[in-house]
């Protein structure tokens, strides 16, 4: 079983950056890594997500603007948000899917001015 655990959320104003971690229990060399969201009301989607191979794909609105990468020697995977919007704002949870889905708990991200 493996434990995750994101940090690095917090409140940015519109147009700053935000570098989101997500460190496993384990190895996680196998698993396919994703960020998704959840704003109030909303249901969770895709952010990105990163295969074991190193591919990459991005929801369409943060195409440009978020960067997915991982560090299999360190069991972490990071979310780099640039050029923050207020509609980025959610809860933000770290996954991890190999044969089975595995789930951070979140953390907050707030746009506001």
């Known amino acids: 079983q493996v434990q995750l655990v994101e940090s690095g959320g917090g409140l940015v104003q519109p147009g700053g950056s935000l570098r989101l971690s997500c460190a496993a229990s384990g190895s996680i060399f196998i698993y396919t890594l994703g960020w998704y969201r959840q704003a109030p009301g909303k249901q969770r989607e895709l952010v990105a997500a990163i295969t074991s191979g190193g591919s990459k794909n991005y929801a369409d609105s943060v195409k440009g603007r978020f960067t997915i990468s991982r560090d299999n020697a360190k069991n972490t995977v990071y979310l780099q948000m640039n050029s923050l919007k207020p509609e980025d704002t959610a809860v933000y949870y770290c996954?991890?899917?190999?044969?089975?889905?595995?789930w951070g708990q979140g953390t907050q991200v707030t746009v506001s001015s």
């Open positions: 996954n991890a899917e190999y044969r089975l889905d595995y």
